[in-house]
């Protein structure tokens, strides 16, 4: 038998939530609460659109800043509000909103990475036929594929996200001199997209492809709030996703690959128990983007026993293999492309953004990768000897988060698997950890020389604390306030 830790317990434990309504409400008062989370979300999805068209990271990165953070403010305010409305219309407004906060994502072209271009890039190379681990976009080989969408003329090689390699070779793709680095799952997703897509379509059907994950992804999580927690909590803990400023900006407009693994993360912690089912789930979701692999303490949570622990370990490696078999026969050890290389330096290449920020604060260089190493093995083991097995995404939060503060990357997207678990769990103090990447990467060019790393993951670490504690001080006196036992 298996104990669950009072902060690892159910989240009506530990956790204060929005209580629901002791006698149906007043028709005008829900209604204008209904009204109210309809005009804040619709605002911003506009916010969000307008943003997307001030500019790029590089040619404005302040009004971008700005333009996001007013839309973390409205997103606020829109998520709590939406507790008091009645589940039913909660759902709608949830779904409608979800929408059109994607809708929002789909107004402009990519404004803050290129990922994308290497993502069309890659399932244009497979429906010819070719391997994306044989040759980097650069190779001679593969010139019959270039066009001048991905490859412009040299004459016109200016602006954001164009770069020169050192043959002269001008190009819309990033590292354009090294293989692919994303894993087999994601290749598919590439070549389903380009398939699928209309000739000459360029950028528009990835982003399309990232707003149906993230719809998807949406209903997903309030199926399973639903069926796992509590019905009439279910559409405000989902808005933390569908309503998402991040997922309008890095899951639609950038059309990042890493929702696809989310999704899966969300089915594999939701929908399955901890078996071979989940562990297939979780290895899809791995050999989309390595970050789930962080999630697999959490699917382990209170699972002490060697077989079962064997059962979802085992299926996971199996599916990532599985995934692997057709590159390896085709391009043998190549099917790893650059991805030690950018492992290496992932989020890490300007000169004010190193990795282990907060550690390096109270630690030597040399030491601080170590700690930051225990750090994640302690909170890994804690998860898993003492989590919950009904609710795994708690720990799976915890794991994730706190990875990301202890690396600190500059990357934003990397988080939008913490705001899933955020919707599944409803810690929402664990959205700082998004902010401070989406701060550090805009803001990094506004501040020179000032250690925005540090205060900006540091900040989050302040608020994940503190919330923590406010929600353990709330459950010691919820288990106080209990009427003992006769």
């Given at each position: 038998m298996t104990t669950a830790d009072p902060l690892l317990r159910d989240p009506g434990h530990a956790t204060p939530q929005s209580p629901g309504p002791a006698e149906p409400a007043a028709p005008g008062g829900a209604r204008t609460r209904v009204a109210v989370t309809a005009i804040l979300v619709l605002a911003v999805a506009l916010v969000v659109a307008g943003t997307l068209h001030e500019g790029d990271n590089e040619s404005a990165p302040g009004r971008l800043l700005a333009g996001y953070g007013l839309a973390w403010t409205l997103f606020a305010a829109a998520v709590w509000t939406v507790r008091k409305v009645p589940a039913r219309a909660a759902t709608v407004l949830v779904l409608a909103g979800a929408a059109a906060v994607a809708l929002a994502g789909l107004t402009a072209q990519p404004r803050t990475s290129n990922d994308m271009y290497r993502y069309a890039w890659d399932g244009r190379v497979q429906a010819a036929g070719i391997s994306p681990y044989a040759h980097p976009p650069a190779?001679?080989?593969?010139?019959?594929?270039?066009?001048?969408?991905?490859?412009?003329d040299r004459a016109a090689c200016e602006g954001w996200g164009l770069t020169r390699t050192a043959k002269g070779l001008c190009v819309r793709i990033n590292r354009p001199t090294v293989p692919t680095i994303y894993p087999p799952v994601a290749e598919g997703w590439f070549f389903?997209?380009?398939?699928?897509?209309?000739?000459?379509?360029?950028?528009?059907?990835?982003?399309?492809?990232?707003?149906?994950?993230?719809?998807?992804?949406?209903?997903?999580?309030?199926?399973?709030?639903?069926?796992?927690?509590?019905?009439?909590?279910?559409?405000?803990?989902?808005?933390?996703?569908?309503?998402?400023?991040?997922?309008?900006?890095?899951?639609?407009?950038?059309?990042?690959?890493?929702?696809?693994?989310?999704?899966?993360?969300?089915?594999?912690l939701g929908t399955a128990t901890a078996g071979t089912r989940r562990g297939a789930l979780l290895g899809a979701a791995i050999a989309v983007k390595l970050l789930p692999v962080l999630v697999l303490p959490g699917a382990l949570s209170g699972q002490r026993g060697p077989l079962r622990v064997l059962r979802?370990?085992?299926?996971?490696?199996?599916?990532?293999?599985?995934?692997?078999?057709?590159?390896?026969?085709?391009?043998?050890?190549?099917?790893?492309?650059?991805?030690?290389?950018?492992?290496?330096?992932?989020?890490?290449?300007?000169?004010?953004?190193?990795?282990?920020?907060?550690?390096?604060?109270?630690?030597?260089?040399?030491?601080?990768?170590?700690?930051?190493?225990?750090?994640?093995?302690?909170?890994?083991?804690?998860?898993?000897?003492?989590?919950?097995?009904?609710?795994?995404?708690?720990?799976?939060?915890?794991?994730?988060?706190?990875?990301?503060?202890?690396?600190?990357?500059?990357?934003?997207?990397?988080?939008?698997?913490?705001?899933?678990?955020?919707?599944?769990?409803?810690?929402?103090?664990?959205?700082?950890?998004?902010?401070?990447?989406?701060?550090?990467?805009?803001?990094?060019?506004?501040?020179?020389?000032?250690?925005?790393?540090?205060?900006?993951?540091?900040?989050?670490?302040?608020?994940?604390?503190?919330?923590?504690?406010?929600?353990?001080?709330?459950?010691?006196?919820?288990?106080?306030?209990?009427?003992?036992?006769?």
């Open positions: 190779a001679d080989e593969l010139a019959p594929l270039r066009d001048d969408w991905l490859f412009p389903a997209v380009h398939t699928l897509s209309p000739p000459d379509s360029r950028h528009k059907p990835l982003q399309v492809g990232g707003a149906v994950l993230a719809f998807g992804t949406t209903l997903a999580l309030l199926a399973v709030l639903r069926r796992r927690g509590d019905p009439r909590l279910a559409p405000a803990r989902a808005a933390l996703w569908a309503w998402c400023p991040a997922v309008a900006l890095e899951a639609v407009d950038n059309a990042h690959i890493d929702t696809l693994g989310v999704l899966f993360v969300v089915l594999a979802v370990v085992a299926a996971a490696v199996a599916a990532v293999a599985l995934a692997y078999l057709p590159f390896v026969v085709s391009s043998g050890a190549g099917v790893l492309g650059y991805l030690p290389g950018y492992l290496h330096e992932e989020g890490y290449e300007p000169g004010h953004v190193r990795r282990f920020a907060l550690l390096r604060l109270l630690l030597p260089d040399v030491a601080a990768g170590v700690a930051a190493a225990l750090l994640l093995a302690l909170a890994a083991l804690y998860v898993w000897w003492r989590g919950d097995p009904a609710r795994p995404w708690r720990g799976a939060l915890v794991v994730t988060g706190t990875a990301l503060v202890l690396f600190s990357p500059s990357y934003p997207w990397y988080s939008l698997l913490v705001v899933a678990l955020v919707a599944m769990d409803g810690r929402w103090e664990w959205l700082t950890v998004t902010l401070a990447g989406t701060a550090l990467y805009l803001g990094g060019r506004l501040l020179p020389g000032f250690p925005l790393q540090a205060w900006a993951y540091g900040s989050a670490a302040v608020v994940i604390a503190a919330g923590a504690g406010l929600r353990t001080g709330v459950a010691r006196r919820a288990l106080r306030s209990r009427p003992a036992p006769s």
